[in-house]
């Protein structure tokens, strides 16, 4: 990352004014993120493990104005925020989203952990339906409000779990807060993107989240949940109404679409 590379990143998001080491700074970032880098998984979808290098991932992300998962997100995500001085952890989390807290989970998810100003926060950008849009502090446990949604983080033992409130708390991850070196990543990537079971392999999953709603595609089906409870799902029966979608709900490009074609069966 070089101030090139930050200044591209910057209009990539939208982020207008001058970035400094700060709260302010840092919610701006994470607000605007994942409203305008969605989350997807077209590369492991059509048989392509993502590179999980620095410059790939740039490239990916900021040139080509494509998306990723959770590993491209949080790396490039990282990279920024280290580049502006902050402290910057990498984490890897049990997914338990939509089963018990408790659940068997490999760590197959990253997630930050940024010190700041002697407090801890877990920033997140790449977790699709469920990703934040601000930082929360670590070992807080009453509810925190963010601009799309409410979240709390339990602590029992030296187990950290994530949670997110619709009409109940529901778990999203837990970890346990230890080093993670960029082999562990290379490993729970290669999973994911390779796996016969793998639901990265083998379900095309788009995500974003702005000031209004969360996006979700998955399994033929675009989900809106808007922030004031609304619920819209919408039939996608073709490939074309599914490129219409990339495009005008997720924001994503001509390359985007051709990396997609190259699936010999989508329905």
Known sequence: MNASDLEKYLERIHFSGIPE??????????????KHIPFENIDPYTEKVPSL???DVFKKLVVESRGGYCYEQNLLLSE????????VKLQLGRVVWGRQEDSVAAQ???????????????VDCGFGTATLTSPILLNEEDQQQTPNGIFK???RENTYILWM???QWLPVYRFIPEHVE???????????STHPDSHFKNKLIL?????????????????IRSDDGAKESVTIENDIQLYEILFNTFGLKENAIEALKSKVRIW
């Not at 080491?21 to 994942?34: A, F, G, R, V, W």
């Not at 990543?185 to 994911?192: H, M």
């Open 21 to 34: 080491m700060n709260m302010e700074t840092l919610k701006k970032i994470h607000q605007l993120h994942p």
């Open 53 to 55: 290098n620095a410059d």
């Open 80 to 87: 920024v925020l280290k580049y502006l001085g902050f402290n």
């Open 108 to 122: 197959t998810h990253l997630l930050l952990i940024v010190d700041f100003e002697d407090k801890k926060y877990v």
């Open 153 to 155: 983080v339990s602590h």
């Open 165 to 167: 409130w619709k009409e």
């Open 182 to 192: 960029l082999i562990d990543l290379e490993i729970s990537n290669w999973y994911l």
């Open 207 to 223: 995500s974003k989240v702005d000031e209004n709603a969360r996006y979700t595609y998955t399994d033929h089906i675009l989900n």
